[in-house]
Antibody, heavy 121, light 106 residues
Framework: EVQVLESGGDLVQPGGSLRLSCAAP????????MSWVRQSPEKGLEWISVISGSDGSTYYADSVKGRFTMSRDNSKSTVYLEMRTLRVEDTAVYYCAKLKWESRGWYFDEWGRGTLVTVSS | VMTQSPATLPVSPGDSATLSCRAS??????LAWYQQKLGQAPRLLIYGASTRATGIPDRFSGSGSGTEFTLTISSLQSEDFAVYYCQQYNKWSPKPFGQGTKVEIK
C-alpha cells in the first residue's frame, strides 16, 4: 500500500529555517518524481517544488526559488524540503505528493496528510 | 489560468452536480480533478480529463478537452460534499489548480 507521510512542520520566526520530511513507502520510490504543494487560504494550492525520480533534477516555483531546496534519499524512500529565510507568506499546510507522468506533464496520484508551517513572530 | 465555476454549488443528496473548469488556453486532455474534504489532503478522482483513478466510484465522471471541462457527480452521497479542484498538466506552472468549487448540502 502506498503511503505518504509528512513531518517537520512547526512555528518559526520570519527569517528562520525549517526542514520537512516525507516518507513514502509502498512503491518503487526511486522511479517516481515527487513534489511539495502548499495550501493557504490566501493563495490556494501552490505547487512549489519537484524532484525527478530519474536523475534527481529539481524544479521550483519562483516564490521559493533560492530559499527552498528539495532533495531525496532513495535508500530511505524519503524526500526533504529545506526551507530558509522563511517569510510570513510561507505560512501554509505543506503537502508531499507522488507524481505520475502522462502525456505532457505530471498529476498528483498520492498525497500525504500535510504538515503545518507557521511563520510568525 | 484555470477558472472553476461556480464557487459554491448547493446540491440535495441524491441529486446530480455539474462542476466546470475552464483553461485560459488549450490543455488538450491533460486535466485532473481532485476532491478535498475538510482537514484532509486532496484525493485524485480523474486524470486524462475522463479516466477515473483507482477506487473512484463510477458516479464520478469527467469530460471535455481543450479549454472546457466538466466533472459530473451523479446521485450525490453524503461523503461527496467537499471542495473539488481541477489541475492542468499540459504545461509546467506553479499555479496549475483552479480555485475550487465547494459542493455543499442544499
Amino acid at each position: 500500500e502506498v503511503q505518504v507521510l509528512e513531518s517537520g512542520g512547526d512555528l518559526v520566526q520570519p527569517g528562520g529555517s525549517l526542514r520537512l520530511s516525507c516518507a513514502a513507502p509502498g512503491f518503487t520510490f526511486s522511479t517516481y518524481s515527487m513534489s511539495w504543494v502548499r495550501q493557504s487560504p490566501e493563495k490556494g494550492l501552490e505547487w512549489i517544488s519537484v524532484i525527478s525520480g530519474s536523475d534527481g533534477s529539481t524544479y521550483y516555483a519562483d516564490s521559493v526559488k533560492g530559499r527552498f531546496t528539495m532533495s531525496r534519499d532513495n535508500s530511505k524512500s524519503t524526500v526533504y524540503l529545506e526551507m530558509r529565510t522563511l517569510r510570513v507568506e510561507d505560512t501554509a499546510v505543506y503537502y508531499c505528493a507522488k507524481l505520475k507522468w502522462e502525456s505532457r506533464g505530471w498529476y498528483f496520484d498520492e498525497w500525504g496528510r500535510g504538515t503545518l508551517v507557521t511563520v510568525s513572530s | 489560468v484555470m477558472t472553476q465555476s461556480p464557487a459554491t454549488l448547493p446540491v440535495s443528496p441524491g441529486d446530480s452536480a455539474t462542476l466546470s473548469c475552464r483553461a485560459s488556453q488549450s490543455v488538450s486532455s491533460n486535466l485532473a480533478w481532485y476532491q478535498q474534504k475538510l482537514g484532509q489532503a486532496p484525493r485524485l478522482l480523474i486524470y486524462g480529463a475522463s479516466t477515473r483513478a483507482t477506487g473512484i466510484p463510477d458516479r464520478f465522471s469527467g469530460s471535455g478537452s481543450g479549454t472546457e471541462f466538466t466533472l459530473t457527480i451523479s446521485s450525490l452521497q453524503s461523503e461527496d460534499f467537499a471542495v473539488y479542484y481541477c489541475q492542468q498538466y499540459n504545461k509546467w506552472s506553479p499555479k496549475p489548480f483552479g480555485q475550487g468549487t465547494k459542493v455543499e448540502i442544499k
